[in-house]
């Protein structure tokens, strides 16, 4: 990673709290913060003693987006094209590798998370927010389309086609209240507690074996876009056989029959 103090990282155990890290900016997302971003989610796929990530924002924002006077805006000239479409898969890259990691991943929203910082919202598996939490996909506004950084891809996934196209053909804000009631954000939290809960939904997780979590969260990715139940339930079936062979499986079954926790070794 190139500018580490972009994001900062605390390990609690299992559990990795990423922190977005340029407070006096409100977080704007810069190459040099996708370029972080992306050598911590490409290292968690090698990185399973990690179980369960935190995503938050530093200082007042979660974020404000793209920082337009950036070089993600490539100079006029010649190749400009072929510049910008580098600098664009290097941003919506980090939406993939955020899917594609096995480890879940918990946003916690404050303040508001326009543009990239609202996908990298849309990427995360569960949402939190604080009351003056607010977010839009603000890439309309801009000149540019509604679509950017998935958005078009995950937000109907999460709140249904009708909701989607109200906020990315208008980049109009999206506040706690409504994120919840349409369930793009699982609870309104006070700000003094917001990563005392993350933490401790985090550690509910922990309470799973650590390959059923990582298998459910691939499962999910997949099935999202099952073209039928019949193809839901074959891949179903074959991850609970590989997962009925696991000792954790066994150590499951003896922990419940003799009413203790169970102890896993994610064998």
């Not at 404000?64 to 072929?82: H, I, M, T, V, Y």
Request: charged share 20%.
């Amino acid at each position: 990673m190139t500018q580490p103090n972009t994001i900062t990282l605390e390990t609690r155990g299992a559990i990795e709290i990423l922190t977005l890290n340029r407070p006096d900016q409100l977080n704007a997302v810069t190459p040099e913060m996708i370029d972080d971003l992306t050598g911590y989610f490409s290292g968690l796929h090698d990185r399973p003693t990690t179980r369960v990530v935190i995503l938050r924002g530093n200082g007042p924002e979660f974020s404000a987006g793209a920082e337009l006077g950036s070089d993600a805006f490539a100079a006029p000239g010649k190749g400009r094209p072929q510049r910008q479409l580098r600098m664009q898969q290097n941003y919506s890259g980090v939406i993939r590798l955020m899917r594609s990691c096995p480890q879940p991943i918990i946003g916690l929203v404050h303040g508001a998370a326009c543009g990239a910082g609202f996908s990298f919202l849309l990427a995360c598996d569960v949402r939190f927010a604080t009351p003056d939490a607010r977010m839009n996909a603000a890439y309309i506004r801009i000149g540019v389309g509604g679509c950017d950084m998935g958005s078009g891809y995950l937000l109907p996934r999460l709140v249904g086609l009708s909701v989607t196209s109200e906020l990315l053909l208008t980049g109009r804000f999206l506040k706690a209240e409504r994120a919840k009631a349409i369930g793009l954000v699982s609870d309104i939290v006070p700000a003094d507690e917001l990563l005392a809960r993350g933490l401790e939904f985090a550690s509910e997780m922990l309470r799973v074996s650590p390959m059923g979590l990582r298998l459910t969260k691939q499962a999910l990715n997949v099935l999202i876009d099952a073209p039928s139940l019949d193809a839901a339930l074959l891949m179903e079936d074959r991850q609970q056989v590989i997962l009925l062979e696991t000792n954790d499986h066994a150590e499951a079954v003896a922990a419940f029959r003799e009413r203790r926790d169970p102890s896993y070794s994610d064998q």
